[in-house]
């Protein structure tokens, strides 16, 4: 049985919905190894694609091809992959090169593919090329060689996986007659080497060198002609030791998609360059937001404590206590009895402030991390407390009593109010007295109005106090505070009880205060006011920030649609590499992994330089904004950076897929021929 047999091969190309060219007719054909075989015919009578079929490039045929015995006509994907790369050899015409590969890199190209280890690849390369005389010119390109060198180069490739067939298509078309006759001699090495080769020519001069002479004619094989065998053997071209076939690496793809980047550096560069704006623009939009946010919370910090957390009675957790049967009739109730704090007079008294029950303190005491609880008063009117000073009111519309919350940056002068003292904001100060300071020491009479019950004092100021730029009633309104103790000793003198509306929560640690809010919030009680415009103003921040970034996330779809373009041009460019690929053994899937390897480090590359640039910003933006405010607005994270860099390198690769699917579906027939 002969090495290559053909049965009744006939091929149709479609022109219309209803007519087919029949290109081959009836073809029987065999051949056996060892053998120097030419196809020769004029122009369009169907030799090249009698080749293309012979070489599994198309496989739209009726009939069968046996090689070894296996009709490849019905292969699947991976036999015919295999196929490629361990059974043929094509030398085409126009070398077709890889122009940005070296000579090496050339001819390993199918090992590359196969998964061979570089140093195998490099050492067989090697080899062959310096059986062809090209021992001096591994790292050249191809464009820095004479035409026979690159016939030469193009050999060396065919060769190199040593396959047991060697199609070649005008293999001395482009050269001169002297280079052909060394050719020539090559090609008869390869035969005698017990290769099959199958020349397509229609030159006389080449047909004479071979042993068997094909001739076509439309379609039809109308002479087969053999001639004195070739007696000589060799094993010049053996590969000693055949590694397993595998497939392309992932690695091995990135190689390659860095030397065609390597081709068109300067384009690349302006690609990552364009890429990184928009990620260099979400980062800083990101960092601000997390700067103007950290500026927000640490001036808060500063003013409260932040161990403590906030909590006050609402509706909700008042209904749960009186559903228990437990509360007790409040003073100041239809019954009359004193010390009610909640009044339906909103001229008098704006704020509902609901006294805590000992069920809610007990409750409270539960929450985790809790380590301690102080009770506290704070009332919110409108035109019923004032402060008398030389015969002047003063109105004031926030009172409290003091608490641990407080911190000493809220003393702007003097010191936290004893029995008996009281502290006022800096506001009511300046109106009292020339300066501020000036109402150290000075007495003054209280006047406050609770449950419309008037209740007065006279006390001594301690201390000025300033909210600074903490975010809460205190900061916008005249205020007033004193002790617990002295406000419950004024509610005796007025035959008045007071009943805390305000509980201070004491975290173990300050890691567990938001752990506590949130508890809070759960078993439905309110916060201080101050967490409750923080938490507004960092939503509002939040979207500002999103929307900001979403802005300058527009610049990623503009430069994914710059990676779309480039990718589908470079397509174009390396149509006859695609080609050439998928002739020596390339899968679809190898091609798809090239180009999407060259988006992924396209995404890569711009991501880095967008961290990078983003990163030269904040650092200067910081320094700038420091030495004149005293403060940082741009925070970067690892986060942002890695979500910059993660971000810019889906983009590309999902804009590299298109492209990249659109190489893997070239036909290699079409691909090689547009690259001639």
Known sequence: MAFVEVNNLNKYYPISDNNRFHALKDVQLSFDKGELVSI?????????????????????FEGEILVDGENIGHFKEKEMVAFHKEKIGFIFQSFNLVPHLSVLDNVTLAMTLSNVDGKTRKARAQEVLEHL?????????????????????????????????????????????????????????????GKLVIMVTHSERVASRSTRVVTIDDGKIINDEKRENLHEHTDT????????????????????????????LGRNILIALGGSIGIMSVILMLALGKGVNDYLTDTMNENV???????????????DTEGDGEAETPAGDPDGKPGNLVTNNPA?????????????????????????????????SMGSDTVAYEEENHSFMNF??????????????????????????????NNMADTAEDMIGEEVEVKLSVDGSPLSGNYTVSGIYTAGSAIGPASAFDSVFMTMDTFTDMNEEND?????????????????????????????????????????????????????????????????????????????????????????????KDIRRIFVSESFLIGLFSGLLGVGIASLISLGGNIAVENLFGTTILHMTPTYALFGI??????SVIAGVFPANKAARLDPIEALRRGD
């Open 237 to 264: 071209f053996k590969i000693k030791e055949r590694q397993e076939n595998k497939n392309l690496s992932f690695f091995a793809a990135i190689r390659m998609a860095l030397l065609n980047m390597k081709e068109k």
């Open 133 to 193: 005389g090209l021992k001096d010119h591994y790292q050249k390109k191809p464009s820095q060689l004479s035409g026979g060198q690159k016939q030469r180069v193009a050999i060396a490739r065919a060769l190199v996986n040593d396959p047991d067939i060697i199609i070649a298509d005008e293999p001395t078309g482009a050269l001169d007659s002297q280079t052909s006759d060394q050719v020539l001699d090559i090609i008869q090495d390869i035969a005698k080497d």
């Open 400 to 429: 409290g009593t003091i608490s641990a919350n407080m911190t000493d940056s809220n003393i702007l002068h003097g010191s936290f109010p004893e029995f008996g003292e009281v502290i006022i904001t800096e506001e009511m100060a």
């Open 348 to 380: 008098v008294q704006l704020s509902k402030n609901i006294p805590f029950e000992e069920t809610n303190i007990a409750e409270l005491e539960t929450i985790p991390h809790v380590d301690n609880i102080e009770l506290a008063y704070t009332s919110f």
């Open 40 to 60: 020769i015919g004029e122009s369009g009578s169907g030799k090249s694609t009698l080749m293309n079929v012979l070489g599994g490039l198309d496989l739209k």
């Open 646 to 651: 993660l971000a810019s390198i889906i983009i």
């Open 305 to 319: 404590n932040p161990i403590i957390s906030e909590a006050r009675m609402t509706e909700e957790t008042q209904e």
């Open 496 to 588: 008045l009880s007071v009943e805390p509306n305000v509980a201070y929560l004491f975290a173990d640690e300050a890691s567990n205060s938001q752990l506590i809010k949130d508890e809070l919030n759960d078993l439905g009680y309110g916060g201080s006011s101050t967490d409750t415009l923080a938490a507004t103003f960092t939503q509002m921040l939040d979207i500002f920030t999103y929307i900001l970034s979403g802005v300058a996330g527009i610049s990623l779809f503009v430069s994914a649609i710059m990676i779309l373009t480039v990718l589908y041009i470079s397509v174009v460019e390396r149509t006859q590499e695609i080609g050439v690929i998928k002739a020596i053994g390339g899968r679809n």
